[in-house]
T-cell receptor, first 115, second 111 residues
Framework: DSGVTQTPKHLITATGQRVTLRCSPRSGDLSVYWYQQSLDQGLQFLIQYYNGEERAKGNILERFSAQQFPDLHSELNLSSLELGDSALYFCASSPQLGTGINTQYFGPGTRLTVL | GQNIDQPTEMTATEGAIVQINCTYQ??????LFWYQQHAGEAPTFLSY????GLEEKGRFSSFLSRSKGYSYLLLKELQMKDSASYLC????????????FGTGTRLTVIP
């Protein structure tokens, strides 16, 4: 158990809908990262927050957005869902930014299925 | 940008040694990580290299050559539970601690 929690574990929805995925980082970690992993594809970095502020953006679609709240939990919002958005969505957390080893620890993921 | 290459699949025998290679091309380098991921589960941290050389951690070792853009993960005394995907990830120089992952190597350990 990494200490990172994600809810829900599974989500099934229809095309065109909107969903919210939630992540709570490890105690004391200020940085939260979101990744998408499609079938047989690598982890694709989506977006990072550090202490409430957006820090970096990767291959995140305009239909997707995220935020980090004062208690440091984060939410990833996916809207106008398409079949191709079906994937595992992982959240990771780390204590700070890029100094030292600063390992990212991953949550169990949310499996999103768009029908 | 970043380009990270790993073999897609490997098979090895229980009790043996296997080496999983990773080559990378990045615009900036600030460390290389190896993660293990069982199917449908979260990636778990295995090792970290930022300087050239070998880092050993029990049955797992990781090597880095920055001049060659090359790393390998060495797994000794393979066990059936080592069947998993192994992900190589490179951290960039932006200071944001972002990781760029390869597509992973799926290792199957056979009896």
């Amino acid at each position: 158990d990494s200490g990172v929690t994600q809810t829900p574990k599974h989500l099934i929805t229809a095309t065109g809908q909107r969903v919210t995925l939630r992540c709570s980082p490890r105690s004391g970690d200020l940085s939260v990262y979101w990744y998408q992993q499609s079938l047989d594809q690598g982890l694709q970095f989506l977006i990072q927050y550090y202490n409430g502020e957006e820090r970096a953006k990767g291959n995140i679609l305009e239909r997707f957005s995220a935020q980090q709240f004062p208690d440091l939990h984060s939410e990833l919002n996916l809207s106008s869902l398409e079949l191709g958005d079906s994937a595992l969505y992982f959240c990771a957390s780390s204590p700070q930014l890029g100094t030292g080893i600063n390992t990212q620890y991953f949550g169990p993921g949310t499996r999103l299925t768009v029908l | 940008g970043q380009n990270i290459d790993q073999p897609t699949e490997m098979t090895a025998t229980e009790g043996a040694i296997v080496q999983i290679n990773c080559t990378y091309q990045t615009s900036g380098f600030n460390g290389l990580f190896w993660y293990q991921q069982h199917a449908g589960e979260a990636p778990t941290f295995l090792s970290y290299n930022v300087l050239d050389g070998l880092e050993e951690k029990g049955r797992f070792s990781s090597f880095l050559s920055r001049s060659k853009g090359y790393s390998y993960l060495l797994l000794k005394e393979l066990q059936m539970k080592d069947s998993a995907s192994y992900l190589c990830a490179v951290r960039d120089l932006t200071g944001a601690n972002n990781l760029f992952f390869g597509t992973g190597t799926r290792l199957t350990v056979i009896p």
